[in-house]
């Protein structure tokens, strides 16, 4: 994973592009997770470098041809899709193991199952990209989508860490999330 705790969304609108910091670390109560945004209307690579050394990112094609047209080569770029699935993959077989606990116990008390989490869909990504293809919005909106990712996993993480049972039962291995995609 990145350094840095944050990923940086790079999108392209009518000739400008938008760069928004969202903070990917462990949530804190005191602060949003859409950290920091800058508009540049023709950025050079000195200032891509600054903005997204050491930090995961996600483009839009329209970002991704700024990023291109610039020759800049960010190494660490989010795979949405495998991250949602890895996330998801961990809060099935951790509901899997509760369930398989709970058969095996006969009279005593029955544990109880927390309030299951639900990834947001990947699809529910696209449509951001769709609806908002002219909008200047639309870079906030993307950063509002992995806001509410990432703060989902945390609840997980949180219901996860606050019972005994589910942290002893739980997997010891690290969850790859978000997950970078390999780039060439």
């Known amino acids: 994973m990145s350094k840095i705790n944050s990923l940086v969304i790079v999108d392209t609108i009518n000739s400008e592009t938008s760069f928004w910091y969202v903070a990917t670390g462990f949530r804190d109560a005191n602060q949003t997770r859409l950290t920091g945004a800058w508009t540049k209307r023709k950025p050079e690579i000195n200032f891509y470098k600054n903005i997204m050394s050491d930090r995961m990112f996600y ?4 970002g991704r041809n700024s990023i291109d047209e610039c020759k800049y080569s960010p190494k660490d770029e989010i795979d949405v899709e495998k991250s949602i699935e890895n996330a998801n993959l961990e809060i099935i077989n951790l509901k899997d193991k509760l369930a398989t606990e709970q ?7 029955q544990l109880t199952n927390p309030d299951w989490v639900e990834m947001p869909k ?3 990504l696209h449509k951001i990209l769709e609806s908002n293809k002219n909008n200047s919005n639309r870079p906030l909106e993307i950063g509002k989508w992995f806001a509410n990712l990432f703060n989902i996993w945390d609840t997980f993480q949180e219901q996860k860490m606050g019972s005994l049972f589910l942290r002893k039962i739980s997997s010891s291995e690290y969850t790859n999330f978000p997950t970078k995609t390999i780039l060439k």
């Open 59 to 62: 483009a839009t094609a329209e």
């Open 103 to 109: 058969s095996q116990r006969k009279s005593y008390k």
């Open 122 to 124: 990947f699809e529910e």
